[in-house]
């Protein structure tokens, strides 16, 4: 028996923008995860999950970027394609919900199978099995999710280019709700394909998300939280103008303010699935934890900023 495990991730700034080469800020949210256990089994290559049990090639049309993931692995380590194996796969991620569900379960599916198969995973093998996954899964990705749910660290990340670790030196809290409504990143993503090519003023909307995330890296590198709150407050108005928010995460982002949040947004792909809140202090983020519960969050998380 072998597991492999991944992260949640949570984006700070840059969801979206960052598939037009701006910078994101992102890191792992390791209060939600993945394991995968591969296990000798059986006579045909199966799995099981909260959505499916049975053999992976009866695998219904809408689970394909995780049967990708699976056959693309065992094709990179050279095993046979129809192994007698069973991958048990077993989540606190809520799926759908812009936490990297579908990068972090390519991650730790990698990881478990090549364990299994006792091959060495390098960082190029597993970011190729990731973003492939990704590719069925959400059309264009940047790779940030890839990179927050296969990592341990925050990262500074421009698509195609730079994966930094970011140095954050705040001493607050950050409240993560979880609206209960499926996000749709594929869709929210071609939409603002569709966007930026009718619309002029959009493209100018995706370059101010990148500079505030270049401000934002800043602030949390010499702690200045105050400013990074309003920074947040304006990266979700940008949001909000390329489409991508909905009603729902307009409220708990309203109600995450009115509880004190010095700042807050959706983060992820948008259209239902998370916000976050910057809280000053463990108290208050508790504050606007209940806050968002009592208007219906389905879930809270309080992380700490710091190191
Ligand atoms: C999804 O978690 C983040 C998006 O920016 C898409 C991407 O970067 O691939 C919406």
Same mark, same amino acid.
């Given at each position: 028996?072998?597991?492999?495990?991944?992260?949640?991730?949570?984006?700070?700034? /840059?969801?979206?923008?960052?598939?037009? /080469?701006?910078?994101?800020?992102?890191?792992?949210?390791?209060?939600?995860?993945?394991?995968?256990?591969? $296990?000798?089994?059986?006579?045909?290559?199966?799995?099981?999950?909260?959505?499916?049990? /049975?053999?992976?090639?009866?695998?219904?049309? +809408?689970?394909?970027?995780?049967?990708?993931?699976?056959?693309?692995?065992?094709?990179?380590?050279?095993?046979?394609?129809?192994?007698?194996?069973? +991958?048990?796969?077993?989540?606190?991620?809520?799926?759908?919900?812009?936490?990297?569900?579908?990068?972090?379960?390519?991650?730790? +599916?990698?990881?478990?199978?090549?364990?299994?198969?006792?091959?060495?995973?390098?960082?190029?093998?597993?970011?190729?099995?990731?973003?492939?996954?990704?590719?069925?899964?959400?059309?264009?990705?940047?790779?940030?999710?890839? #990179?927050?749910?296969?990592?341990?660290?925050?990262?500074?990340?421009?698509?195609?280019?730079?994966?930094?670790?970011?140095?954050?030196?705040?001493?607050?809290?950050?409240?993560?709700?979880?609206?209960?409504?499926?996000?749709?990143?594929?869709? #929210?993503?071609?939409?603002?394909?569709?966007?930026?090519?009718?619309?002029?003023?959009?493209?100018?909307?995706?370059?101010?998300?990148?500079?505030? $995330?270049?401000?934002?890296?800043?602030?949390?590198?010499?702690?200045?939280?105050?400013?990074?709150?309003?920074?947040?407050?304006?990266?979700?108005?940008?949001?909000?103008?390329?489409?991508?928010?909905?009603?729902?995460?307009?409220?708990?982002?309203?109600?995450?303010?009115?509880?004190?949040?010095?700042?807050?947004?959706?983060?992820?792909?948008?259209?239902?699935?998370?916000?976050?809140?910057?809280?000053?202090?463990?108290?208050?983020?508790?504050?606007?934890?209940?806050?968002?519960?009592?208007?219906?969050?389905?879930?809270?998380?309080?992380?700490?900023?710091?190191?």
């Amino acid at each position: 028996m072998v597991v492999g495990m991944a992260s949640g991730k949570i984006i700070l700034m /840059g969801e979206h923008a960052v598939v037009y /080469g701006q910078p994101a800020i992102a890191m792992p949210f390791s209060a939600v995860g993945i394991r995968a256990t591969v $296990t000798q089994e059986g006579q045909a290559l199966s799995v099981s999950c909260a959505f499916y049990q /049975g053999l992976v090639h009866e695998m219904p049309k +809408i689970w394909e970027s995780l049967k990708h993931a699976i056959r693309f692995s065992l094709y990179r380590i050279g095993a046979p394609t129809d192994p007698a194996i069973h +991958i048990d796969i077993d989540s606190t991620i809520p799926a759908e919900r812009g936490m990297g569900s579908s990068a972090a379960v390519a991650v730790a +599916i990698a990881r478990a199978l090549f364990a299994f198969y006792q091959k060495e995973l390098t960082d190029q093998e597993l970011w190729d099995i990731v973003q492939s996954s990704e590719k069925i899964a959400h059309g264009n990705p940047s790779g940030v999710d890839a #990179a927050t749910t296969s990592g341990k660290q925050p990262v500074f990340f421009i698509k195609d280019k730079t994966i930094q670790p970011l140095e954050i030196n705040v001493d607050a809290y950050l409240v993560v709700g979880d609206s209960g409504k499926t996000g749709h990143t594929l869709e #929210a993503v071609k939409d603002v394909a569709l966007l930026c090519q009718r619309n002029q003023e959009a493209k100018r909307w995706i370059e101010e998300l990148g500079k505030l $995330t270049r401000s934002a890296k800043e602030l949390l590198s010499s702690g200045q939280t105050n400013i990074l709150g309003q920074i947040m407050n304006q990266d979700h108005s940008l949001l909000q103008k390329l489409t991508v928010s909905d009603d729902i995460l307009d409220q708990m982002v309203i109600v995450a303010r009115e509880h004190g949040a010095l700042g807050a947004k959706l983060t992820g792909g948008g259209r239902g699935g998370c916000m976050i809140a910057l809280a000053e202090n463990q108290r208050q983020a508790q504050d606007i934890a209940q806050a968002l519960e009592d208007a219906g969050a389905r879930q809270t998380w309080i992380q700490y900023l710091g190191e």
